[in-house]
C-alpha cells in the first residue's frame, strides 16, 4: 500500500524567502504524485501534479515540484512567497490505475510580513 | 455550475445522535469520496463509491454507512455520534479516468460531537 510522509506539520516564513515542502511517500509500484492546497475556510484544489515525463513540474502561481524517484521524494518549492500563499499543503499519491487517492498529514505554510 | 457541494456546513451534535451529510455533484462523475479532516493527520477516506450503487470501505470506515441511491449523490451518516467523529468532512468526486488529476473536492462540514 501506497504512503505518505510530509515532514514538517508547520513552516514559518518571512514574505519574499523561498520556501521548501518537503514530501516522502512509499510505494512498490508506479505512482502518480500530487500536491493540493488548502486556503483557510475552503475545500482542497489542485496545485500541481507528475503523471510521467519531466521530473519537474510547475504551477501557475510559481510553485514548483521535483520527482526524485530514487529519493521517492517529491517536495514542493517556491523561490519568493506571498502573503497569498498562505495555506495548508497536502502531498498525494495513487498507484497507477488506482481507484483511491492517499493523502499525507499536511504542511501549513505561514508567511509572516 | 455548482460542482461538488456539501449539507450541512455546520452542525453540532450530542453523543449518541445521528445525522446525515449530504454531497451533490453535478459533474457526472462516476467516483465518489468522503475523507475525514483531523489536526495532524491530513485526509483519512471513510467510504468511496465507484459508480451508483456502489460503495468500499476506506482506511477509517468503522462508524459510518454510506449510500449511493442516485449517481449525483453521495450520503454519509453516522448513527450513533461520539465525540472521536467530531472533524472536518469532505466529499470529493472524480470522473475516474485519472484519480488525482481530476478530484473535485466541495467546501466541507464542521461536525462537532459533544
Known amino acids: 500500500a501506497q504512503s505518505v510522509t510530509q515532514l514538517d506539520s508547520q513552516v514559518p516564513v518571512f514574505e519574499e524567502a523561498p520556501v521548501e515542502l518537503r514530501c516522502n511517500y512509499s510505494?512498490?509500484?508506479?505512482?502518480?504524485l500530487f500536491w493540493y492546497v488548502q486556503y483557510p475556510n475552503q475545500g482542497l484544489q489542485l496545485l500541481l501534479k507528475y503523471l510521467s515525463g519531466s521530473t519537474l513540474v510547475e504551477s501557475i502561481n510559481g510553485f514548483e515540484a521535483e520527482f526524485n524517484k530514487s529519493q521517492t521524494s517529491f517536495h514542493l518549492r517556491k523561490p519568493s512567497v506571498h502573503i497569498s500563499d498562505t495555506a495548508e499543503y497536502f502531498c498525494?499519491?495513487?498507484?497507477?490505475?488506482?481507484?483511491?487517492?492517499?493523502f499525507g498529514q499536511g504542511t501549513r505554510l505561514t508567511i509572516n510580513p | 455550475n455548482a460542482g461538488v457541494t456539501q449539507t450541512p456546513k455546520f452542525r453540532v451534535l450530542k453523543t449518541g445522535q445521528s445525522m446525515t451529510l449530504l454531497c451533490a455533484q453535478d459533474?457526472?462523475?462516476?467516483?465518489m469520496y468522503w475523507y475525514r479532516q483531523d489536526p495532524g493527520m491530513g485526509l483519512r477516506l471513510i467510504h468511496y463509491?465507484?459508480?451508483?450503487?456502489?460503495?468500499a470501505k476506506g482506511e477509517v470506515p468503522d462508524g459510518y454507512n454510506v449510500s449511493r441511491l442516485k449517481k449525483q449523490n453521495f450520503l454519509l451518516g453516522l448513527e450513533s455520534a461520539a465525540p472521536s467523529q467530531t472533524s472536518v468532512y469532505f466529499c470529493?468526486?472524480?470522473?475516474?479516468?485519472?484519480?488525482?488529476?481530476?478530484?473535485?473536492f466541495g467546501s466541507g462540514t464542521q461536525l462537532s460531537v459533544l
Open positions: 459533474m457526472n462523475h462516476e467516483y
Open positions: 470529493a468526486s472524480s470522473d475516474g479516468t485519472l484519480i488525482g488529476e481530476k478530484l473535485f
Open positions: 498525494a499519491v495513487s498507484k497507477k490505475g488506482a481507484q483511491k487517492l492517499v
Open positions: 463509491s465507484v459508480g451508483e450503487g456502489t460503495t
Open positions: 510505494s512498490s509500484v508506479s505512482v502518480y
